[in-house]
């Protein structure tokens, strides 16, 4: 019977994974997963699954294929007696939506699978060192959170049976402290490979709220799909205008400012958290931009063009630029980087037209596997 039970459990696990993924698309662009997610699951809101199968009936029931019928008539249902909608007040439930968990990880593999993202093969060396206990064996003593019962259990028993005080009849195993026995465990040290974001976006009056819930959007989902790469992620925030500044997650998608726009200004600071943190032998470090494609000057653009080329290509994995449409903005950046650069590898460009173009933009960013 439990097994019956794990079957069918397994089986109702692939429907539901099966539906998560069909509507994924959907539930990315609303954004709707980020506002339910608890500390390491995210529930969603799943409509009514019907599955198929066979029932039997009564003789002469009835309906179409079986007593009378006209054609055209629907299947299992009764002609209605008015009009659509109308009838009296019924004093029975509505159907109501189910809500099923899944964990983060879970999800970021179901979006793997949807946009046939690659595993990313990490760089460098492996800077952080984590301890981590294991359980290798069974002693003497140990604190009694750790006392292995089964060990006890047996260890007692064959006290019993060799004193020969083991009553089959009366089957009572009594544990002294010479029985109990205690898991013990050693340290291990495990390299893990590590890798910082380093998210940058133009704040200025163009980019409007739409435009930061975009991004918002997006940058949540590269972060659930890099953290299932790498063991430690960093995540760390710029906002610029004409000039550019550090700020925490909260900040950096709430902050709204009116002055120009000099994009020199977030690289720059970039290339500096770069070399004063982040080694580049030793972290896979990633840039994202994300604006609406204005910038103050062509001198600007070109300070910018060179900064990527020159300084920030030889430290980072992939150095990707996203740029969100806005009704202010010109969307002039993205064509000269694609003019600067034209099929360089290190760079990725994407335009995103709205939230619908998330999906895509993601696919992108990450579809290369670096």
Known sequence: MTQRIDENRRRFRQIVRGQVRKNLHKYISRGELMGRQGKKKVAIPMPQIDIPRFTFGGKETGGVGQGEGEPGDPLGQEKADGPSGAGEAGDTPGEHALEVEFTVDELAQILGEELELPRIEPKGTHQLITRKERYTGVRQTGPESLRHFKRTFKQALKR??????????????????????????????????????????????????????????????????????????????????????????????????????????????????????YPAGEWNIYPFHFSDGDNWSTDDTSRCVNLIRDELFPLINVFCYGQVRSPYGSGQFIRDLTEAFGDEEMLITSEIAGREAIMASIKEFLGKGK
């Not at 974001?197 to 659930?224: A, C, F, H, L, P």
């Not at 950096?252 to 726009?261: I, K, L, M």
């Open 160 to 277: 019993q049976v060799a004193m020969g005080i083991y009553n089959p009849k009366s089957p009572m195993i009594i544990p002294i402290r010479e029985d109990k026995r205690y898991r013990s465990w050693k340290e291990q040290t495990l390299p893990q490979s590590n890798a910082v974001i380093i998210y940058m976006m133009d704040v200025s009056g163009s980019m409007g709220e739409e435009q930061k819930e975009i991004v918002r959007i997006e940058s949540y989902w590269i972060d659930t799909w890099l953290r299932t790469q790498y063991k430690g992620l960093e995540s760390r925030y710029i906002i610029h205008d004409a000039a550019a500044k550090e700020v925490d997650k909260e900040t950096f998608f709430r902050t709204r400012e009116a002055g120009g726009t000099m994009i020199s200004s977030a690289y720059s600071l970039c290339l500096k958290m770069i070399q004063e943190e």
